[in-house]
């Protein structure tokens, strides 16, 4: 099994910057996919960033050009630098761990203000 432990969010003002930390524990070896997810009020949860194990990123539309997603092996801990922040950014943000297994984060709050 996979835990994963998220840091990083907060309240940003309106073009402000964030790195949101995902840090991995336990079958860390059996880990093939990375990925953060959000949930804003109202909508489903989406894909924002993804990663493989070959460090193959991917990206939805909305955030490109403005999020990036990385990873430390060293430290098992995967990043999401949010730069040019919109108040529709606002969301719970999940880190997600795919393999043999699939986890998810608890959840860290991001709040853009408007």
């Known amino acids: 099994q996979v835990q994963l432990v998220e840091s990083g969010g907060g309240l940003v003002q309106i073009g402000g910057s964030l790195r949101l930390s995902c840090a991995a524990s336990?079958?860390?070896?059996?880990?093939?996919?990375m990925g953060w997810y959000r949930q804003g009020p109202g909508k489903q949860r989406e894909l924002v960033a993804g990663i493989t194990s070959h460090g193959i990123t991917n990206y939805a539309d909305s955030v490109k050009g403005r999020f990036t997603i990385s990873r430390d092996n060293a430290k098992n801990t995967v990043y999401l630098q949010m730069n040019s922040l919109k108040p529709e950014d606002t969301a719970v943000y999940y880190c997600?761990?795919?393999?043999?297994?699939?986890?998810w984060g608890q959840g860290t709050q991001v709040t853009v203000s408007s």
């Open positions: 997600r761990a795919t393999g043999p297994y699939n986890s």
């Open positions: 336990g079958s860390i070896f059996s880990i093939n996919f």
